[in-house]
């Protein structure tokens, strides 16, 4: 079971790039990593996945370097609403099943 | 279609009493997951449903607990017997095929056991 290890709060301010590192040292040829947010009072929302390298979109930056025993979530310019918890996974895309694990997440607060 | 439902949002029960929890999956999506979120903590794994496949209960906290689905459509968690430490939001998610890692979760069931 690949286990991650990500840190339990962050703080930032609006405008800021903010980068949550996310460690997981065991983590399997087939796993993608993939990172969620979660608002209060609601279900977690995937933002996004990648397998190595850089995967960027809309939303983030999900930088992995070659060995993949890390990833880093990067939030370009926060803004208050960024406020939340990221939580970083790992799984096989095909049959995550109780692999789907979240930790704690990392609380992440954007201070004006 | 639309994304995932729960019923109902909001539930108080007494202690000792059945609960049953309903989740409607996006249509199409085989794979359906339960989670237990306690007030301020993580999700915690319950139970797992892959397409017609024996579901994982490894996560369930007790034979209290118990979920059933209808092939790739509806499913109920049941918590019989509920005591307070059950209080907390469950929330169910689901995944299309071939995509297990992008689950798309519900608003969730918050449950207050008084």
């Known amino acids: 079971l690949a286990k991650t290890t990500q840190p339990i709060s962050m703080d930032s301010y609006e405008g800021q790039e903010v980068n949550i590192t996310c460690s997981h040292n065991n983590i399997a040829t087939n796993d993608y990593i993939t990172w969620y947010q979660q608002f209060p009072s609601q279900g977690p929302r995937f933002i996004i996945q990648?397998?190595?390298t850089k995967v960027t979109n809309e939303v983030a930056s999900l930088f992995i370097p070659a060995d993949r025993k890390s990833s880093t979530l990067s939030l370009p310019r926060v803004s208050l609403s960024d406020t939340a918890v990221y939580y970083c996974?790992?799984?096989?895309?095909?049959?995550?099943?109780?692999?789907?694990?979240f930790g704690g997440g990392t609380r992440l607060m954007v201070k004006p | 279609g639309a994304g995932v439902s729960q019923s109902p949002s909001n539930k108080v029960t007494e202690k000792g009493k059945d609960v049953e929890l309903r989740c409607d999956p996006i249509?199409?999506?085989?794979?359906l997951y339960w989670y237990r979120q306690r007030l301020g903590q993580g999700l915690e794994f319950l139970i797992y449903?892959?397409?017609?496949?024996?579901?994982?209960k490894s996560g369930l906290p007790s034979d209290r607990f118990s979920a059933e689905r209808t092939g790739e459509s509806v499913s109920t968690l049941t918590i019989q017997r509920t005591q307070q430490e059950d209080s907390a939001v469950y929330l169910c998610?689901?995944?299309?095929?071939?995509?297990?890692?992008?689950?798309?979760f519900g608003q969730g069931t918050r449950l207050t056991v008084v």
């Open positions: 249509s199409g999506h085989t794979a």
């Open positions: 996974l790992v799984g096989d895309k095909n049959n995550a099943g109780n692999m789907l694990t």
């Open positions: 449903f892959q397409g017609n496949s024996a579901p994982d």
């Open positions: 998610a689901s995944s299309a095929r071939g995509r297990a890692t992008e689950a798309f």
């Open positions: 990648g397998y190595k």
